[in-house]
């Protein structure tokens, strides 16, 4: 499977596939009397990963989730289906493409609610998955396209003196990336961000062309505000460069945290180019996307642009007039999520009530502004996350003001 968060390009919809791992398919494996081992776990730093596929050759089961279409799980279930008739479980969120070639295969679906997996749906994920991990082990039906259409091929076998070297020399490292990420992610939520790039590092460090570290180490140091403010935007900014050298991108969480130091940096030196630039990756961000949080920041960028000295008239209303329709747009769209039935099990639930508030205070609906910042407050935030709210509010007041 994939690891962290990435886009599925089909749907515009990014999926924290972290997520998924912790709350289904690693409690289901171990539940259901198995060593659970994910293969970023397991990753070697050259060209081609022999303890990999020793895996995919030797495991008693494999669950590959190609949700995102994601290129490398297809390619290892590929190979898994090449060398094993059986025990391989496919499964994919539900609102994700399938490839034709295994369209036909029998795959577990989920739900995905982008950040996380609701509470509900990882129970029931979870109890069927363990039912249809017994029932694969138990009766060993060919799986396996290759082995179902082509009679008579016999599987290779991986030499056991082989297959016991590659285990040794597993047990020899430290627990791998999957411990560095969750470790990471737990110093970036106690905000602090420059030890959380060291472990980022050590991570992008182990698995060479991994987007999802590159965005979290530039997250980071922009955030950490380090040796300065400025310093550490310039030094971000470098760190993600990394991930589009030609400016086209169409990754939007590249595009989003491009945006975000572009924003920064123009708050902090007034130079309206870097303005420009946090319009330019902000609006690509959205219109791939429409996330609400990139979509928030592309309408205040678009307002102080019209702010700014610019000789063309006409081109300060349209920054206005786009800047209102991005934030009507917003409401329309998390206004259908606040009514679906999955909406209580949502974790970013508070994120959603401040970008609310937010837009109708914009928009200049005051009343509706306190009704979802109340709600925000109900969500129990914490104080950075107070402190974030309440700089948005502050600049869209001053924005009205001047």
């Not at 399938?98 to 129970?123: C, K, M, N, V, W």
């Not at 109890?127 to 060919?142: C, G, M, R």
């Not at 303005?275 to 920041?297: M, P, Q, S, W």
């Not at 959603?352 to 205070?361: R, V």
């Amino acid at each position: 499977m994939g690891f962290g968060k990435k886009t599925d390009y089909a749907s515009g919809r990014t999926l924290d596939l972290d997520m998924t791992y912790k709350n289904i398919i690693k409690p289901a494996v171990i539940e259901a009397g198995f060593e659970c081992v994910r293969a970023d776990e397991i990753q070697d730093s050259g060209l081609i990963d022999k303890s990999m596929y020793a895996l995919l050759i030797q495991s008693d089961l494999v669950v590959a989730d190609i949700s995102t279409y994601n290129p490398n799980a297809i390619y290892e279930l590929g190979v898994r289906h090449a060398v094993r008739p059986f025990s391989t479980i496919i499964m994919k969120e539900e609102k994700g493409k399938i490839p034709f070639d295994i369209d036909h295969s029998r795959i577990f679906q989920y739900t995905h609610l982008e950040e996380d997996i609701g509470a509900t749906e990882a129970e029931r994920c979870q109890k069927d998955l363990i039912s249809l991990i017994n029932e694969v082990s138990k009766n060993q039906a060919t799986d396996s396209p290759l082995y179902e259409f082509i009679k008579g091929v016999n599987p290779p076998k991986l030499p056991k003196e082989e297959y016991h070297s590659i285990i040794a020399e597993l047990a020899e490292r430290e627990k791998h990336i999957f411990a560095l990420v969750e470790r990471a992610k737990e110093l970036m939520e106690e905000s602090n961000f420059s030890e959380a790039v060291k472990f980022w590092n050590k991570a992008s460090e182990r698995v060479e062309n991994e987007p999802f570290f590159v965005q979290q180490k530039a997250l980071c140091i922009y955030k950490s505000k380090l040796p300065s403010e400025k310093t550490a935007l310039m030094d971000a900014l470098s760190v993600i460069n990394e991930l589009e050298p030609d400016g086209s991108t169409t990754d939007p969480e590249t595009l989003g945290i491009t945006g975000a130091i572009y924003k920064r940096l123009w708050l902090l030196d007034k130079d309206i180019e870097q303005l420009k630039r946090a319009i330019k990756y902000y609006g690509k961000c959205f219109k791939i996307r429409e996330d609400y949080y990139t979509g928030e920041n592309y309408a205040q960028c678009l307002e102080f642009m019209s702010k700014e000295e610019i000789p063309d008239n006409e081109e300060k209303i349209y920054f206005k007039i786009e800047a209102k329709r991005t934030r009507e747009k917003i409401i329309t769209i998390l206004s259908d999520s606040i009514l679906e039935d999955s909406f209580d099990t949502r974790v970013d639930k508070k994120w959603i009530y401040a970008t609310m508030s937010n837009c109708f205070l914009a928009l200049e609906n005051y009343e509706k502004a306190k009704e979802y910042e109340k709600l925000f407050q109900t969500e129990e935030p914490l104080d950075w996350e107070l402190e974030t709210f309440s700089e948005s509010k502050k600049q869209i007041n001053n924005l009205k003001t001047n």
